[in-house]
């Protein structure tokens, strides 16, 4: 495991846009598993940047996010399609054919997650990125007893909602279930890439990246991988030795 730790934020999202930059450069049909929340939005504007000033085209890059709201339209502003096409997608040149999400509004959940992991299969990613939640999720693999292999619907914990109903207009829109990529498909990346800020996850950033490994901490299990980077700012990290 490979841990960086950066004074500013400004820092870290540098650093991250030029890891995707240079991967992309090198390997311009790269696989890409993206994530969504607030983690990775100063790495997708850094990464505009990049790509404003020229450095990158995605013309032949692939994406796979990690999850979507069960229940919300792409053009839902909560959505994660919506999401993704405001911080990246609609600012870059790659085509729409070319990104997926599992579909929100699938009328088979089932056949949605079969249809998801059918791709994730046949496209495995070149690096994932990661944020983490404060209960140690990933994607929105809940802590549990087990873990589910490939994409599922799972019920969100109230802890989620409540984290998640700060970019809704109240509790009650925040959706209960969610579709995520598995932990085994997460896990298949080449690379993975974890990007964690702020004081309020030291805690849990300590205890996936030092604990045992365990369900009840997902993100433990990145600790069986043979290629994950690990960026912090000052705060996430102040708990590490
Ligand atoms: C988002 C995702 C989640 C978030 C996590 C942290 O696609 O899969 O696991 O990465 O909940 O969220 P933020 O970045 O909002 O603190």
Redesign the pocket.
């Known amino acids: 495991m490979e841990l960086k730790i950066f004074d500013t934020s400004d820092q870290l999202d540098q650093y991250a846009a030029e890891l995707f930059t240079k991967l992309i450069n090198e390997k311009p049909k790269a696989v890409l598993g993206l ?6 939005i100063g790495i997708y504007d850094k990464i505009v940047d990049n790509y404003n000033l020229n450095k990158l085209s995605f013309s032949g890059v692939t994406t796979y ?3 979507e709201y069960v229940g919300l339209t792409p053009d839902n502003d909560q959505s ?1 399609a919506y999401y993704m096409n405001r911080h990246l997608f609609s600012r870059v040149d790659i085509p729409a054919s070319q990104t997926h999400l599992p579909n929100g509004m699938a009328p088979d959940p089932q056949a949605e997650c079969a249809r998801y992991d059918a791709l994730l299969n046949e496209h495995p990613a070149d690096i994932q990125l ?4 404060h209960n140690g ?4 693999n809940e802590p549990d007893g087990e873990l589910s292999a490939g994409t599922h619907v799972v019920k969100l914990k109230e802890e ?1 909602r409540e ?2 109903a700060r970019f809704f207009a109240s509790m009650d829109e925040v959706p209960t279930e969610a579709y ?1 990529m598995g932990v085994g498909s997460i896990l298949k990346a080449n690379t993975i890439l974890l990007v964690v ?2 004081s309020d ?1 030291a805690s849990i950033v300590k205890e996936a990246l030092t604990g045992p490994v365990t369900t009840q901490i997902p993100a433990s299990l990145l600790q069986t991988h043979p290629r994950v980077i690990v960026l912090l700012d000052r705060e996430a990290g102040r708990m590490l030795d």
Do not use: E, V, W
């Open positions: 994530a969504t929340g607030s983690t990775p996010n990690l999850d994660y990661l944020g983490l939640g999720h990933i994607g929105f989620t984290a998640n995520t800020r702020g996850k």
